[in-house]
DNA sequence: GATGAATGAGGATTCATTCAT
DNA sequence: AATGAATGAATCCTCATTCAT
């Protein structure tokens, strides 16, 4: 049911563990991954796996820490006051997430459990992460037409295209018979989102963007 | 951590496990549902359970059937070539997951573990709902600047806005202190899907919404 | 390693369960003992177990328990103001351990492993029995010549006397090849006691015994 | 659970070892030290113990041989045929368990788990301790009214009240709310034995105490 | 002599399920 | 239709021990 990956021969043993557990934790879920499940795919027995990690728990968290951080590096790098909702982080996060597609469904899962174990990582990373998108949207210049109460459904709307979208592209990929992980695929998907916002957002009806 | 539900009190037995499992299903995902639990929120004994249900996988697909018929009747009776997306759909959507959230919640775990044991699933109830949605869009007044290839990505958009938006709407709901399930929260944000579906498909640049 | 117990034939499962814990409880102590030791040697499958207890350390308690109700009932009753250190109380206590031999080298297990996670049941048990004795030794006609600040050790000999004997009686009976359970042994020990307290509190050292 | 004792701080490794690994033996009984526990207390990683001691048995076995010892030559040297029961053995014992009450602790868990692999040990230790007690009794000059059968019963009062009464002395003593180790307290019991000697095997009951 | 990493065996406990009542 | 009791398989995790460094 689960085979050594390949792609993490030469790392250190910590780095295969945390590899093979994102990989497990964000196909099943949590409570549908066994750890025996992901110390085979380390190439380890279970034991030893808790020589590096303390319990399946630690486990996860440090799989979510380590994802997390760079998400947490570009939204924080990005509070500049550009271009509507920023084209460039959500660039740059379409980008990070399509080469790490483990990485939305992780939080995805995160988000869809919410009331247990790790409600309170949501409060550490996604209420930080809410912030401070909130405060670069009312930075943004055309928000004439959107109520107040109307910013977090936006908020949430960005959320979904990015994170919901990277989160479904696999399974979603597989039903309709498209790949949405491909470079052009992510180029195109880059496009929307420009278009979207445009839209949504951008610049007077009449102007240009 | 599961006590008998009050509300699902007069029904019969098997509605009365129906409802727990959906709550619990939805809440905590296939895996991390315990059938002890299910049966103790039912007010039931374990063993008890399988006098009405063959397995938990069995409940499992029943609990989702019985969630999806009604999604799939308002999916089939909207096939008018309408307005843009059709603001009555996604109205009817709308009112009726904020009715039962669970089963945006529901939905969202299968997307998200998508490969597993529910893929057939998936087949069976995604697959022919982004097909009529596909067709209902193509059927759409203004779809002039967008490309073909763009089309899933719209769909996907109303996806996320429907039923990630109530997957999500307690635990973020929580997070962020905000109550998106109230009557007035649903009316803002079927209003919200109304002005998004405007700016993305909707009245000529020109004229009038 | 444990085989089926013979003597818990007709009795209830929950009895059964009991017995095979107190005997291994007994030999090996609460960390020496496996629950699947208890289970085998109950007829039941491991799993079967937590049918009854809901876990090892409940298990435990409940031998205890059981294990110490009728002592506290002797001792409960023994308050009468009666002949130096009540000589039927003794006797009733040797005899009832004699019976169940386990139940002392319980009782020292948990006098040994003090500190731990049973030192709650030390004071529930442990204490009202000492103020019970103190009680009824204060009472005792010829305490003349032991000073107040001895009566602990006074009390102490006669714990070692009584559960102290019993607990080692089979561990030392095979060291120095005798048998101290035989119905022989336990009226010896019964007069050896008598002997014992007539010299240490009885009878005026001029008058009779 | 268990730090770095601060008194063995100068010794060598393997003394530091043997007492951290008496104290937790004392503590918890075998089966239920851990030997990862028994390393963290002496500084070390569990896997370093084993250069100095070969397995937990081995380390088990080396802990009791150095505790026994002085024990063995107290009562080797004591075969005098003194006073009653040799107040000077029972007063160095006494002293002896007082400064090692894990001794106690240790000698009484062996005697409790009898059956197991440790009734090897008590065959070394027990018996030949025994056996020159019970020379050293028949020396005594008053036996005169007890039987013979009662001897062993002698003996093993005197055992309980040198050994288990240390073997107790921390647990009883938080439980009655005493300090039995206080060097008061050991002059107390000290007295208290001699006391206890006078009446069962002293002085001639018409004449002086 | 010391250690981090590895492991097979076994620890207690939970799981979904069955069956006699 | 309901349940208490039973169970094999699997759960996470700890154990004593080994070995290369």
């Given at each position: 049911m689960a085979s050594p990956s390949p792609q993490s021969e030469g790392s250190s043993t910590p780095e295969r563990i945390l590899d093979a557990a994102e990989a497990l934790f964000a196909e099943r879920g949590f409570a549908g991954t066994a750890v025996r499940d992901i110390a085979?795919?380390?190439?380890?027995?279970?034991?030893?796996?808790?020589?590096?990690?303390?319990?399946?728990?630690?486990?996860?968290?440090?799989?979510?820490e380590r994802g997390m951080r760079p998400i947490y590096e570009i939204l924080d790098q990005a509070a500049s006051?550009?271009?509507?909702?920023?084209?460039?982080?959500?660039?740059?996060?379409?980008?990070?997430?399509?080469?790490?597609?483990?990485?939305?469904?992780?939080?995805?899962?995160?988000?869809?459990?919410?009331?247990?174990h790790v409600l309170e990582l949501m409060r550490r990373w996604l209420q930080p992460m809410y912030a401070r998108a909130t405060?670069?949207?009312?930075?943004?210049?055309?928000?004439?037409?959107?109520?107040?109460?109307?910013?977090?459904?936006?908020?949430?709307?960005y959320?979904?295209?990015?994170?919901?979208h990277f989160a479904m592209a696999?399974?979603?990929?597989?039903v309709l018979g498209l790949d949405f992980?491909?470079?052009?695929?992510?180029?195109?998907?880059?496009?929307?989102?420009?278009?979207?916002?445009?839209?949504l957002l951008g610049a007077d009806r009449s102007g240009e963007s």
């Open positions: 085979t795919r380390s190439g380890l027995n279970p034991a030893s796996l808790y020589n590096h990690f303390e319990s399946k728990q630690a486990l996860y968290e440090a799989v979510l006051p550009d271009d509507p909702p920023d084209l460039r982080l959500l660039g740059e996060l379409t980008a990070h997430l399509s080469r790490s597609p483990n990485l939305a469904r992780l939080i995805q899962h995160e988000a869809l459990t919410g009331g247990g405060a670069a949207l009312e930075l943004s210049p055309k928000l004439g037409d959107w109520e107040r109460d109307e910013l977090p459904l936006l908020l949430m709307t959320h979904h295209l990015i994170f919901g696999e399974a979603l990929g597989q992980l491909s470079p052009e695929a992510v180029r195109r998907q880059t496009r929307f989102l420009a278009k979207v916002t445009e839209r």
